[in-house]
């Protein structure tokens, strides 16, 4: 499928019907950012709006895929390239699977430190945590068992602890309750900070929060901490090997790195019409790109033996790895999500030492 032909021809036929790309996003019911995109030859509509597209500039589906007006003797050889090429292309597609939901399809993209940042400050500077929900403790994510259940931290009386991540301040809080002396976390997006610190001040709680992405060196303080954690952060990161380096570089000797992100078989397998149906390639750890409400976040989906690696590699001896469900929480779920985490692990925690 020639996405540039396609973008160029939905151009075309738009001003054919002398259509702004607004009003034709209006009639679409997307933003004209999306049909600014497919206009550039940046991905493809959904298969849902495909019909509509037709209808409003009057051309058939098989025109769209071939992006060009089509006289009658080229319709039967155009329509054959064309399923073939559809069949081509459902063979690559990953399927974006965040949290429990399915979202459209994901594209493939190239490793660009600064675009991958850029894209993803934007999305948790505005509609982050709104559109995906907070993850903090005592929940690690996913139908995992929570923290009051696991108890991975320990005693957190006096401790120096740094969040990887903090994101909205909730899982600081819960660590200060516990007792956390000395209370510290990091995160790219300015904004998520700045809601954490009016939270924790809320709460009267101090905390020294740092602006940065996790891959980089940010001048936190080095053979400190007594644990690092993060819920749902590290995936994020550009560079397992060096977020792994640096965060064994804050922690004291002994001093414990808990972690917990999506598991990437349930990155794999999505659920359709009640069914378990294997869509992405648990190998592929290629970048992808991903529409979230008119905003996109980069992602790779990395294998468990990936983070793993990336830990011995860096001198951290693992001392648990944790791939349950907590199966009371999933059987009163009414949602695929929950059905889903009765058949394969949802989300994974390890906890390494130094
Ligand atoms: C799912 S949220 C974590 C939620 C957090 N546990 C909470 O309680 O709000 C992911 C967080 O990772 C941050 N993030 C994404 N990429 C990052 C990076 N490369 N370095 C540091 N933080 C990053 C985002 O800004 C966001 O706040």
Redesign the pocket.
Known sequence: MNQDKIGRFIAEMRKQHNLTQREFAEALDISDKTVSKWECGNGMPELSLMQPICEILDINLNELFSGEKLTDADYKKKAEENMLNLIREAENTKKNIVGGKVLGNAVNVDLNVSEI?KS??EF?DTI??EF?G????PNWGGYLPSEDKLNLMGKLSGKRVL?????????LKYVADLGAADLWG????KN?LER?KDFLEEQEIIANLVH????DECGLPTDYFDIVF????IG???NLDKTFKLIRSYLKKNGAFIFGWSHPIHKCVSVENGKLIFSNSYFNEEWYCADMSDKEILLSNRMLSTYINALANNGFVIEKLIEETDREKAMISDNDFGRKALMLPTAFIIKARK
């Open positions: 940042h993803n400050i948790w982050g945590n995906l907070t993850t903090s403790l969040e990887i991540c903090c994101g909205s301040g909730r899982s990091l995160d790219i997006s998520q954490a940065s992405p996790m891959e993060s819920v749902y952060g994020w990161t550009t």
